[in-house]
């Protein structure tokens, strides 16, 4: 099993190495964007919880990009299904379920991994100094692990790249503007914030920014996303069985 799994592993890094060069810009104008409007608009006067706007928004940017960044894992296993078809020679190698599963997913976190070191070297250069702890990288590797999950799985599900984008347009894009990353949660009316507490991305961001900060922690967070990790993580590997039928 443990073969399988680096075999798929491997396999997906070949391919972003050939890509990284121009996969670094991609990861970098968003952020860069997003970082010098807010910066220059409203970086410097506007304080939360005792903090700049602009401390606040990185640790929001980082939860953003490890979601976008791990679930884009789905579109490289949907060209390996429609175009080149590898899955069709994944089911006739003796790579188990479960195997394949994990190597997607740690590919998907990987990427998320690189994505979010450019994140953090433009907020170095932006002048910007957050802690990245332990708690740090915890709360990014589990929210990693959670969307690299959910995007095998979904992309089991998909027939085509016109269902991947709808999907993504449907669930990622609000989430990634609603779940905590540019705004307090907290200062939502009550029946709102309710329903954004229901997002994983929401209890990431919370999470990932307390670490930067240097705030307490709250541990219900890290719980909550561990198990909506493995409960995407056991779906996925379901929907790789039900995709061999």
């Not at 299904?81 to 740690?106: D, M, N, T």
């Not at 708690?135 to 589990?142: K, M, Q, R, V």
């Not at 705030?215 to 056991?234: E, K, M, T």
Request: proline share 4%; hydrophobic share 55%; with cysteine.
């Amino acid at each position: 099993m443990i073969q399988g799994i680096i075999a798929i592993y491997v396999r997906e890094m070949l391919i972003l190495r050939r890509r990284l060069t121009r996969q670094i810009p991609s990861w970098s104008i968003s952020p860069f964007l997003y970082l010098t409007a807010f910066s220059y608009a409203v970086g410097h006067g506007v304080t939360i919880d005792g903090h700049t706007y602009i401390e606040f928004l990185i640790p929001g940017l980082i939860a953003m990009g490890s979601m976008t960044q791990s679930f884009a894992i789905a579109s490289e296993i949907n060209i390996a299904r429609f175009y080149w078809h590898i899955f069709e020679e994944f089911q006739a190698a003796p790579i188990s379920k479960f195997a394949y599963v994990a190597g997607e997913v740690l590919a998907g976190m990987t990427r998320a991994m690189l994505a979010i070191s450019v994140i953090m070297v433009l907020g170095f250069l932006f002048g910007v100094r957050l802690h990245y702890g332990p708690a740090f990288f915890l709360a990014l590797f589990l929210n990693s692990f959670v969307f690299a999950s959910l995007a095998v799985g979904l992309a089991m599900v998909v027939k085509s790249h016109a269902d991947q984008a709808m999907l993504s347009n449907f669930i990622i894009t609000p989430m990634a503007f609603l779940g905590g990353t540019f705004f307090p949660v907290e200062r939502l009316p009550e029946w709102a914030g309710a329903i954004l507490n229901l997002l994983p991305l929401t209890h990431a961001s919370r999470a990932i920014r307390s670490a930067c900060l240097g705030d307490p922690v709250n541990v219900f967070s890290y719980v909550l996303l561990l198990i909506v990790g493995l409960i995407f993580f056991a779906v996925a590997v379901w929907c790789v069985e039900k995709a061999k039928d």
